[in-house]
C-alpha cells in the first residue's frame, strides 16, 4: 500500500509529550522571505513516551483525511524521519538496515555505466582535485563535473534538457538543476577562480610528476580552435578567420594538452579577430605568471610556426617543437642546400611512417627583448635543431592532381568553352601559347615551382635532437588535435549558445573541463588499442552508450548495480577502472541540515525558519 505524504510538520513539546503540527507559510513581500502565518499550526497526533523519538499516535480527525493510516504503525526515528511498518509485521531487527514502506517507493535506477567509467578515468587526477579545491563551496565542483558529463554522454551543448538528463542518470552531483540554477552557476565561476583553478592545475600536477618520479620529456600539444556566435551582446565576438567557415562572429580558445594523457594544463578565451600567430605572446606571459611546465616541449601546427614566435620562445627559455610553413625563406633555402642528402634512400625511415628525415643544426640569432628603443635591439645566439621530412607519396599525388587539373583545363580550351574561374587560374598561370608552334606548352618554372615542396615538412625545435622523436611528437599532437575537433563537434561546440558576458566565462569552463574528459578518455580507449584490444564499438561514443545499459538502483540506506556481463567488465579493466561492484553499497545517514547545507543561499529562499524550540521534520 502506499505510504501517505504527510508534507512538512512541526514537531513542539507541550508538558511531557512532544506533538506533531501542521502549519501553513505565506510570503512577506517587504522582507522578500516567507514565515509561518498566525493560527495555521494545528496538532494531528503526539510522540508517545515523553520524547522526540518513538510510536506517533494520530488523532481521529487526521486519520479521517489519510485513511491509510489505519493500516500503519508510524514511528520516529532518530533522524527526524517519520518510518512506515504495516500493523502486522513483525518488529524489524534494529541491527539491519531496513525499507519501509515508504522508502520502498522512492528507490530510483539511473543510468550508471558510463558515468562510472568517466568518475574512474578522471579519479585522482590533478584535475578533480584542482576543482574540488578552488570551487567546493556549495559543492560546485560537483555540479560542474555533472554538468561536463551532461555534454559528453548528450552530445549537446544546450541546458534545456540538462533537468531530465539528471533524473536518469547517476551523476557527482545527484540532484536535477533547473535550467535558471545551471545558468546561475555559469554566472557564479569567476575569471579569479579559473586562474586560480588553473594554477592549482599545474602545481598538482608538477608535484604528481616528482612523486612518481616521472622526469621524461613531456609534450604538450598547444592548440586553437574558434566558436561561432548569433549573439549581438558578446564583447570578445568579432568577424575572424572562422575554421567552421561559418559567416558568424566567433571567439577563439587556446587549449594546452599532455599529448601523452590527454590531461589538461591551460586554456585562454580571445577575441575572434585575434589570429593564431598572436596568442603566443599572451600564452607565454601567462604561462610565466602561472609557473606551467618549466621542462615541457610544447608541440604547434603551422598556425604559431613564425619567426616572431620561435623567438618568443627563445625568450623566455620556453622549449618548442613547431612546425614551420615551407613557404620560409630560411626552409627554402635550407632545403635547396639538403635535397640530395634528404631525398638519399639511406634516410628513410618506417619509423616516420615512410619519410625520409633529415636534421640540420643552425645558429640562431634572435632580440632579447622586442621592447627596446633602439632601432636593432640587441641579439642573442641560439642552437636550433631543423628536422626536414620528405614524402614521395605526397608529392607524387600533388603531382598527379596537378597533371589532371592541367589536362582539364587544356580540353576546355580547345573545346572552345567559356573557361571558369579555376580553369583560367591554371591557363594563367602553368600554360603559355606558343605562337610557332601554334599550340599551348607547359609552362615549367612554374611547374616544377608549385611541385618543389610538395611532402616536405619542416620542424624546428631548441631541444629535441632526434627527427624520428621530433615527428613521432607532432603526430601525437596531430592526435589531440583530432580528438579536440571531435568534440568540438559531437558536443556542439561549434555554436556558443551564451548571449551575454554574464554566464560566457562560466559556460565556457564547463565545455573545457568536459572536452578535457573526453580527450583523457579517448587518449585511454587509444591506448588500449595499440595493445591489440578489439571492443565491439567503432567508437568512444558507442561504447559509452552500451555501458549505459548499466543500472544503479538506489534505495534510503544504499545502492547496488545490475548485473554486468563479461565483456564489459573486460572494457573497464583494459581502461584501468574497477567495475562496478554487484554487492549493495551502504550510505552514511545524512541530516536534513546536512543536506540542506549544499543548496545554494538562493535556492534556500522561502523555507520558513522555525522557533528555537520547533524541530523541521523531513516529508
Same mark, same amino acid.
Given at each position: =500500500?502506499?505510504?501517505?505524504?504527510?508534507?512538512?510538520?512541526?514537531?513542539?513539546?507541550?508538558?511531557?509529550?512532544?506533538?506533531?503540527?501542521?502549519?501553513?507559510?505565506?510570503?512577506?513581500?517587504?522582507?522578500? %522571505?516567507?514565515?509561518?502565518?498566525?493560527?495555521?499550526?494545528?496538532?494531528?497526533?503526539?510522540?508517545?513516551?515523553?520524547?522526540?523519538?518513538?510510536?506517533?499516535?494520530?488523532?481521529?480527525?487526521?486519520?479521517?483525511?489519510?485513511?491509510?493510516? !489505519?493500516?500503519?504503525?508510524?514511528?520516529?526515528?532518530?533522524?527526524? !524521519?517519520?518510518?512506515?511498518?504495516?500493523?502486522?509485521?513483525?518488529?524489524?531487527?534494529?541491527?539491519?538496515?531496513?525499507?519501509?514502506?515508504?522508502?520502498?517507493?522512492?528507490?530510483?535506477?539511473?543510468?550508471?555505466?558510463?558515468?562510472?567509467?568517466?568518475?574512474?578515468?578522471?579519479?585522482?587526477?590533478?584535475?578533480?582535485?584542482?576543482?574540488?579545491?578552488?570551487?567546493?563551496?556549495?559543492?560546485?565542483?560537483?555540479?560542474?563535473?555533472?554538468?561536463?558529463? @551532461?555534454?559528453?554522454?548528450?552530445?549537446?551543448?544546450?541546458?534545456?534538457?540538462?533537468?531530465?538528463?539528471?533524473?536518469?542518470?547517476?551523476?557527482?552531483?545527484?540532484?536535477?538543476?533547473?535550467?535558471?540554477?545551471?545558468?546561475?552557476?555559469?554566472?557564479?565561476?569567476?575569471?579569479?577562480?579559473?586562474?586560480?583553478?588553473?594554477?592549482?592545475?599545474?602545481?598538482?600536477?608538477?608535484?604528481?610528476?616528482?612523486?612518481?618520479?616521472?622526469?621524461?620529456?613531456?609534450?604538450?600539444?598547444?592548440?586553437?580552435?574558434?566558436?561561432?556566435? *548569433?549573439?549581438?551582446?558578446?564583447?570578445?565576438?568579432?568577424? $575572424?578567420?572562422?575554421?567552421?567557415?561559418?559567416?558568424?562572429?566567433?571567439?577563439? =580558445?587556446? =587549449?594546452?594538452?599532455?599529448?601523452?594523457?590527454?590531461?589538461? *594544463?591551460?586554456?585562454? =578565451?580571445?577575441?575572434?579577430?585575434?589570429?593564431?600567430?598572436?596568442?603566443?605572446?599572451?600564452?607565454?606571459?601567462?604561462?610565466?605568471?602561472?609557473?606551467?611546465?618549466?621542462? /615541457? /616541449?610544447?608541440?604547434?601546427?603551422?598556425?604559431?610556426?613564425?619567426?616572431?614566435?620561435?623567438? %618568443?620562445?627563445?625568450?623566455?627559455?620556453?622549449?618548442?617543437?613547431?612546425? /614551420?610553413?615551407?613557404?620560409?625563406?630560411?626552409?627554402?633555402?635550407? @632545403?635547396?642546400?639538403?635535397?640530395?642528402?634528404?631525398?638519399?634512400?639511406?634516410?628513410?625511415?618506417?619509423?616516420?611512417? $615512410?619519410?625520409?628525415?633529415?636534421?640540420?643544426?643552425?645558429?640562431?640569432?634572435?632580440?632579447?627583448?622586442?621592447?627596446?628603443?633602439?632601432?636593432?635591439?640587441?641579439?642573442?645566439? #641560439?642552437?636550433?635543431?631543423?628536422?626536414?621530412?620528405?614524402?614521395?607519396?605526397?608529392?607524387?599525388?600533388?603531382?598527379?592532381?596537378?597533371?589532371?587539373?592541367?589536362? %582539364?583545363?587544356?580540353?576546355?580550351?580547345?573545346?572552345?568553352? +567559356?573557361?571558369?574561374?579555376?580553369?583560367?587560374?591554371?591557363?594563367?598561370?602553368?600554360?603559355?601559347?606558343?605562337?610557332?608552334?601554334?599550340?599551348?606548352?607547359?609552362?615549367?618554372?612554374?611547374?616544377?615551382?608549385?611541385?618543389?615542396?610538395?611532402?616536405?615538412?619542416?620542424?624546428?625545435?631548441?631541444?629535441?635532437?632526434?627527427?624520428? +622523436?621530433?615527428?613521432?611528437?607532432?603526430?601525437?599532437?596531430?592526435?589531440?588535435?583530432?580528438?579536440?575537433?571531435? *568534440?568540438?563537434?559531437?558536443?556542439?561546440?561549434?555554436?556558443?549558445?551564451?548571449?551575454?558576458?554574464?554566464?560566457?566565462?562560466?559556460? /565556457?569552463?564547463?565545455?573545457?573541463? #568536459?572536452?578535457?574528459?573526453?580527450?583523457?578518455?579517448?587518449?585511454?580507449?587509444?591506448?588500449? #588499442?595499440?595493445? $591489440? @584490444? %578489439?571492443?565491439?564499438?567503432?567508437?568512444?561514443?558507442?561504447?559509452?552508450?552500451?555501458?549505459?545499459?548499466?543500472?544503479?538502483?538506489?534505495?534510503?540506506? $544504499?545502492?547496488?548495480?545490475?548485473?554486468?556481463?563479461?565483456?564489459?567488465?573486460?572494457?573497464?579493466?583494459?581502461?584501468?577502472?574497477?567495475?562496478?561492484?554487484?554487492?549493495?553499497?551502504?550510505?552514511?545517514?545524512?541530516?536534513?541540515?546536512?543536506?540542506?547545507?549544499?543548496?545554494?543561499?538562493?535556492?534556500?529562499?522561502?523555507?520558513?525558519?522555525?522557533?528555537?524550540?520547533?524541530?523541521?521534520?523531513?516529508?
Amino acid at each position: =500500500m502506499n505510504a501517505p505524504d504527510l508534507g512538512s510538520l512541526l514537531i513542539n513539546k507541550s508538558g511531557k509529550f512532544y506533538y506533531l503540527c501542521t502549519y501553513q507559510n505565506v510570503w512577506d513581500p517587504d522582507k522578500k %522571505r516567507s514565515f509561518r502565518k498566525k493560527g495555521s499550526t494545528k496538532t494531528i497526533g503526539k510522540i508517545l513516551g515523553g520524547s522526540k523519538v518513538g510510536p506517533i499516535e494520530w488523532k481521529e480527525s487526521f486519520i479521517a483525511l489519510y485513511p491509510e493510516l !489505519k493500516g500503519l504503525d508510524a514511528k520516529r526515528n532518530e533522524q527526524g !524521519k517519520i518510518v512506515f511498518t504495516l500493523k502486522d509485521d513483525p518488529e524489524p531487527d534494529d541491527d539491519q538496515p531496513k525499507i519501509t514502506v515508504r522508502e520502498a517507493m522512492r528507490l530510483k535506477k539511473l543510468q550508471a555505466g558510463a558515468t562510472w567509467l568517466l568518475d574512474g578515468i578522471i579519479a585522482d587526477t590533478p584535475l578533480v582535485k584542482a576543482l574540488e579545491r578552488t570551487f567546493s563551496k556549495y559543492k560546485n565542483h560537483l555540479k560542474i563535473m555533472s554538468l561536463a558529463y @551532461f555534454l559528453i554522454l548528450e552530445q549537446r551543448n544546450s541546458m534545456t534538457l540538462y533537468e531530465l538528463f539528471a533524473r536518469k542518470t547517476r551523476l557527482p552531483y545527484s540532484r536535477p538543476l533547473s535550467k535558471s540554477a545551471v545558468t546561475r552557476i555559469f554566472q557564479s565561476i569567476t575569471p579569479h577562480q579559473i586562474d586560480a583553478f588553473l594554477s592549482t592545475l599545474s602545481s598538482l600536477s608538477a608535484q604528481r610528476d616528482e612523486a612518481l618520479n616521472d622526469f621524461a620529456t613531456k609534450f604538450w600539444a598547444l592548440d586553437s580552435t574558434s566558436f561561432s556566435t *548569433y549573439s549581438e551582446h558578446l564583447s570578445k565576438a568579432f568577424y $575572424g578567420k572562422n575554421k567552421d567557415g561559418d559567416d558568424l562572429k566567433q571567439l577563439n =580558445m587556446l =587549449m594546452v594538452v599532455n599529448q601523452k594523457s590527454g590531461e589538461p *594544463y591551460f586554456y585562454q =578565451m580571445y577575441s575572434g579577430n585575434i589570429p593564431d600567430v598572436f596568442t603566443v605572446k599572451n600564452f607565454l606571459q601567462d604561462s610565466c605568471r602561472m609557473q606551467l611546465g618549466r621542462d /615541457v /616541449v610544447f608541440v604547434a601546427d603551422k598556425g604559431y610556426g613564425c619567426i616572431k614566435n620561435i623567438n %618568443r620562445f627563445l625568450q623566455t627559455e620556453t622549449s618548442f617543437l613547431l612546425n /614551420v610553413s615551407t613557404s620560409l625563406s630560411v626552409c627554402k633555402n635550407l @632545403f635547396r642546400e639538403n635535397r640530395n642528402a634528404l631525398k638519399n634512400p639511406i634516410n628513410f625511415s618506417s619509423a616516420a611512417c $615512410g619519410n625520409h628525415c633529415y636534421t640540420v643544426e643552425i645558429n640562431w640569432s634572435y632580440p632579447v627583448n622586442y621592447q627596446t628603443d633602439c632601432k636593432r635591439p640587441p641579439h642573442e645566439k #641560439a642552437r636550433l635543431f631543423v628536422h626536414i621530412y620528405y614524402n614521395p607519396f605526397i608529392r607524387m599525388r600533388a603531382e598527379e592532381i596537378l597533371k589532371t587539373n592541367i589536362e %582539364r583545363t587544356l580540353n576546355a580550351i580547345y573545346s572552345d568553352k +567559356e573557361l571558369c574561374k579555376e580553369y583560367q587560374e591554371f591557363k594563367d598561370t602553368y600554360l603559355c601559347f606558343n605562337t610557332e608552334k601554334n599550340e599551348y606548352e607547359i609552362n615549367l618554372t612554374a611547374y616544377h615551382k608549385e611541385l618543389e615542396l610538395k611532402g616536405v615538412r619542416f620542424l624546428v625545435s631548441d631541444s629535441v635532437k632526434n627527427p624520428i +622523436e621530433a615527428y613521432r611528437a607532432y603526430y601525437d599532437r596531430i592526435e589531440v588535435e583530432k580528438a579536440f575537433n571531435h *568534440y568540438k563537434d559531437t558536443l556542439g561546440f561549434n555554436r556558443l549558445r551564451s548571449s551575454d558576458d554574464y554566464s560566457l566565462e562560466g559556460r /565556457v569552463f564547463v565545455q573545457f573541463i #568536459a572536452t578535457s574528459i573526453a580527450i583523457m578518455l579517448r587518449k585511454k580507449i587509444a591506448k588500449i #588499442a595499440d595493445k $591489440g @584490444f %578489439r571492443a565491439a564499438y567503432d567508437s568512444d561514443q558507442k561504447l559509452l552508450k552500451t555501458l549505459s545499459s548499466i543500472e544503479v538502483t538506489q534505495y534510503e540506506h $544504499g545502492s547496488y548495480f545490475s548485473p554486468i556481463v563479461k565483456n564489459l567488465a573486460e572494457i573497464y579493466n583494459k581502461l584501468g577502472v574497477v567495475p562496478p561492484e554487484d554487492a549493495p553499497k551502504t550510505n552514511s545517514d545524512k541530516s536534513i541540515d546536512e543536506e540542506d547545507a549544499e543548496i545554494m543561499p538562493e535556492l534556500m529562499e522561502g523555507y520558513a525558519e522555525p522557533d528555537d524550540d520547533i524541530d523541521v521534520l523531513t516529508r
